[in-house]
């Protein structure tokens, strides 16, 4: 069923929960050459903490969706926020390479059911409609610890003390979990939506051609946004002279293009329509990259992150309202595959990129991502165009 209304304190905690989940997931991010040096590992290999933490991530989706259909979607982002503190505290605490990727990958599973679990619980409340600007302002979290994340990560790095994030991220996600409880008590949505079996909810949902199309585009869009968007405060450093202080820093312009899409997604969205936003999302980002990689002004290349980030929210925002309404009846079960086949791809991305970027350069992965990611976005706006069901 659907409430009359989402709580806006709920929205607002609900974001920054999102803000410290994402904030998680790319700290590591810019202390990639960080981590090479103080592990003594090759940089493809000091990848491995972001590729575990999206495997993680994307592979407990399978059981945050059922989860949080049967037992009531905030409570289950409550359970997974103290979850993710407490693993996010042995991060702080690993005395080496091997128990610091084993507490990456065991805070990527509990940050798993944040977000997803999230928009979920706001399809149930907001109707389609509305959706998509409702979504746009609680992702402003998202954005902004994507672009956080990075950053307090490259400051981080330089420092004798680099750990000091991990204790950060534990205490902002320890409160959210106690703040989120009370509101879990009064959900409007709990016990609403059908149990019943998983993997039957998932055949449902693969069942239907257009959630194979927002599936299959998300899966693609993380392997090579993504892919790429890990090795740029790298780039940044190796090729064009940053500190990586100042290169974590730049990734905050690829938050801030997100924000500016937030900000304008209600009047945008009325100009341009889903299928406007995600074909000119799609150039954007296209033409970001190639200002990272390629542009002869190293001043220039931040500003490819935001053009990127204004692109890639534009295109991902589409694909988040799609995905909630993709399978209504099984909403938890839809969320859990979209978010699940999002972090597979972005895991896999991160997994070839750093091949790449040992064997060739960081720029190669960021320029071989603008072109890929043409066909993948311009394909969605296409199929989009042809399907009306979702408006």
């Given at each position: 069923?659907t409430?009359?209304g989402?709580?806006?304190?709920?929205?607002?905690?609900?974001s920054l929960a999102?803000?410290a989940s994402a904030?998680?997931?790319?700290?590591?991010d810019?202390m990639?050459?960080r981590?090479?040096t103080q592990?003594?590992?090759g940089?493809?290999q000091?990848?491995?903490?972001?590729?575990?933490?999206?495997?993680a991530?994307?592979?407990?989706?399978?059981?945050?969706?059922p989860l949080?259909?049967?037992f009531g979607?905030?409570?289950v982002?409550?359970?997974?926020c103290?979850?993710a503190?407490a693993?996010?505290?042995?991060?702080?605490?690993a005395p080496?390479y091997s128990t610091?990727?084993?507490?990456?990958?065991?805070?990527?599973a509990?940050c798993?059911?944040?977000i997803?679990?999230s928009?979920?619980w706001?399809g149930d409340?907001?109707?389609?409609?509305?959706?998509?600007?409702?979504?746009?302002?609680?992702?402003l979290?998202?954005?902004?610890?994507?672009?956080?994340?990075?950053?307090?990560g490259?400051i981080?790095?330089?420092h004798?003390s680099?750990?000091?994030?991990f204790?950060v991220?534990?205490?902002w996600?320890?409160?959210?979990?106690?703040?989120?409880?009370?509101a879990?008590?009064?959900?409007?949505?709990?016990?609403r939506?059908p149990?019943?079996n998983?993997a039957?909810g998932l055949?449902?949902?693969?069942?239907?051609?257009w959630?194979?199309v927002?599936?299959?585009?998300?899966?693609?869009e993380?392997l090579?946004?993504?892919g790429?968007?890990?090795?740029?405060?790298?780039h940044?450093h190796?090729a064009?002279?940053?500190t990586?202080s100042?290169?974590g820093?730049?990734?905050?312009?690829?938050?801030?293009?997100?924000?500016?899409?937030a900000l304008?997604a209600?009047?945008?969205?009325?100009?341009l329509?889903?299928?406007?936003?995600?074909a000119?999302?799609?150039?954007?980002?296209a033409?970001g990259?190639?200002?990272?990689?390629?542009?002869?002004y190293?001043a220039?290349?931040?500003?490819?992150c935001?053009?990127?980030g204004?692109?890639f929210?534009?295109l991902?925002n589409t694909?988040?309202a799609?995905?909630t309404q993709m399978?209504p009846?099984?909403?938890?079960a839809?969320m859990?595959?979209?978010?699940?086949?999002?972090f597979?791809?972005?895991?896999i991305?991160?997994a070839?990129?750093g091949?790449?970027?040992e064997r060739w350069?960081?720029?190669a992965?960021i320029?071989?991502?603008?072109?890929?990611?043409?066909p993948?976005?311009?394909?969605f706006a296409r199929l989009?165009r042809r399907?009306p069901a979702?408006?």
């Open positions: 069923m409430a009359p989402a709580p806006r304190f709920t929205i607002f905690l609900l999102a803000f904030a998680s997931m790319r700290v590591t810019a990639l050459p981590l090479a592990f003594g590992v940089l493809a000091a990848a491995t903490v972001i590729t575990v933490f999206a495997v991530y994307g592979a407990l989706q399978v059981a945050f969706g949080g259909d049967r979607k905030l409570r982002i409550s359970l997974a103290i979850g503190a693993s996010t505290l042995a991060c702080l605490l080496g610091f990727v084993a507490a990456r990958l065991v805070a990527g509990f798993g059911g944040v997803p679990l928009m979920a706001l409340v907001v109707p389609y409609a509305e959706r998509q600007p409702v979504l746009a302002r609680f992702l979290g998202q954005i902004l610890g994507l672009g956080g994340g990075a950053a307090i490259g981080a790095a330089e004798e680099w750990r000091w994030p204790a991220l534990a205490l996600l320890l409160a959210m979990a106690m703040l989120l409880l009370p879990s008590r009064r959900d409007p949505v709990t016990h939506a149990g019943g998983f039957k055949l449902q949902v693969l069942h239907l051609r959630a194979r927002v599936v299959a585009t998300v899966f693609s993380g090579v946004v993504f790429a968007l890990a090795f740029v405060p790298t940044l190796a064009r002279g940053f990586l100042h290169a820093l730049a990734m905050l312009l690829f938050a801030a293009g997100g924000v500016i899409f304008l209600g009047p945008v969205l009325r100009r329509g889903e299928v406007g936003l995600a000119t999302g799609t150039a954007l980002i033409a990259f190639v200002l990272i990689a390629w542009t002869p190293a220039v290349a931040p500003a490819g935001l053009v990127a204004l692109g929210y534009m991902h694909l988040q799609n995905g399978a009846q099984r909403r938890g839809g859990a595959l979209f978010a699940s086949l999002y597979t791809g972005q895991a991305g991160v070839i990129a091949e790449v970027a350069a960081p720029g992965v320029g071989g991502a603008a072109i890929a990611v043409l993948i976005g311009f394909n989009r399907h979702a408006n």
